[in-house]
């Protein structure tokens, strides 16, 4: 698939500070305390966890002698991420899209619908968000801009019948993608969750082709990873989608949870619009991030 025109050089808020802090290093086969104490500080309020910046500290130590800070960090980071077995995820046909409230759950819904639009093939949009009445217009509004065909129920509350109803007109349409948007909630609201866990169920007595992608504001550092963390507890979370990236995100949030969840970012969001999404690419990411 084509990768939407923009990119990520623009959206990180650190650049000047890990410039800054690695430039001054002499050697990183000799790091000094105090350079590994900077090296940490930098990292950590660049939203890297602290179980990644230490694996990265412990990597830089590695590197070649000579090695400019740019190279030296690309691999350092690069390795923490490429050493683990991070699970593979090809899109489903299906795709939930779940998160606490205001992660961006219904703008993605229509920006990957878009995308796949883009990208010659069919979508079913299914607004399964019973609480909240704008983003079921929302969502309305956007598929018929784009054509797009669109499921919803204002006759019921409850959503897993609305997301049964939306996955069998989509494979009756013989739709390559059904895109489902949920309600936000907190990993705290037992209910909720629960409400959650019967979508999926609902969804699996039709098809195990399932993508669960949580979407998650690149704003929220670690808070982020905890979000994660718990929704993985209730469903199996393949997919991440990080949203709000357009320039005052600090960027290490994403491979954070990428070292912590073993799952695959597949989209960043940058803005409001549709285009504004893009494939995650991790060489690219972290050229960007660094340069």
Known sequence: MKIFKNTFSKIFNTQTKIKETFSNILSFSTLSNEDKSNIEECLLESDLSWDLTQETLKNLEKVKKNETWE???????????????????????????????GSGKTTSAAKIANFFKANKKSVTLVAADTYRAAAVEQLKIWSQRTNINFISNPNTKDPASIAYDGVKSGIANNDDYVIIDTAGRLHTSKNLMNELEKIFRVVKSITDEISV????????????????????????????????MDGTAKGGSALSIMYKMLIPISFIGVGESFEDLIEFDLDYYLKSLIK
């Open 71 to 101: 190279n030296a960090l690309y691999n350092s980071l690069k390795k923490s991420i490429e050493s683990l077995e991070i699970r593979s995820h090809d899109l489903k046909k299906i795709i939930i899209i779940v998160g606490v409230n």
């Open 213 to 244: 992608f949580i979407s998650i504001d690149g704003n929220t550092g670690q808070n982020g990873i905890r979000q994660a963390v718990e929704f993985g507890k209730v469903l199996p979370l393949s997919n991440v989608i990080l949203n709000k």
